[in-house]
Structure formats: C-alpha cells, structure tokens
C-alpha cells in the first residue's frame, strides 16, 4: 500500500510540473503569435491592451482546458495497466 501511495505522489509532483511547463509554454506561444498579429495588421490602438484582451479570450479556450488532459491520461492508462496484468 505504502507502493501505491509513493506511486500516486510521485505521479502528481510530475504530472504538475509537466502541466505548469506546458501552460506556461502555451500562452507564451499565443502571447507571441498574439504580438505577431498586432506588428504585421493592426497597428492602431494599445498593443499591451490588445495582447491582454487576447490572452484573457486564451484563458477560456478549449485549448486551455485540453492541456488538463496532462492529469486524466496517465491516471487512466495507469488504471488501464493495472487491471488488464491483475484480471487478464
């Protein structure tokens, strides 16, 4: 059981960096490509207040949310690997 608890902790602790790298990485990603979009058509009004009003439609996107699947799949292949090598 001690196995098990290490097991689930461990799995969390990089499960959590993996998701921090990857959040980070991704709004830098729309960040710049945000940035991008503002030097090459728009031109015209703040482009701090642009790049923020961006950033905030990012934060309700499904891209967003997806990257929450960094903690759902592991935990179900996980579950997956144990049931089929202690039941087939």
Do not use: Q
Not at 8 to 16: A, E, H, N, Q, Y
Not at 55 to 68: D, G, N, P
């Amino acid at each position: 059981m001690l196995a098990l608890a290490r097991l689930v902790v461990i799995c969390f602790v990089v499960m959590t960096v993996v998701y921090v790298a990857l959040s980070l990485w991704s709004r830098s990603v729309r960040k710049r490509k945000l940035a991008r979009e503002w030097d090459e058509e728009i031109r015209e009004g703040d482009r701090d207040a642009f790049i923020d009003d961006g950033l905030e439609a990012y934060s309700h996107s499904l891209r967003r949310r997806l990257i929450l699947l960094v903690y759902i799949i592991p935990v179900i292949v996980i579950g997956l690997i144990v049931y089929l090598v202690n039941f087939y």
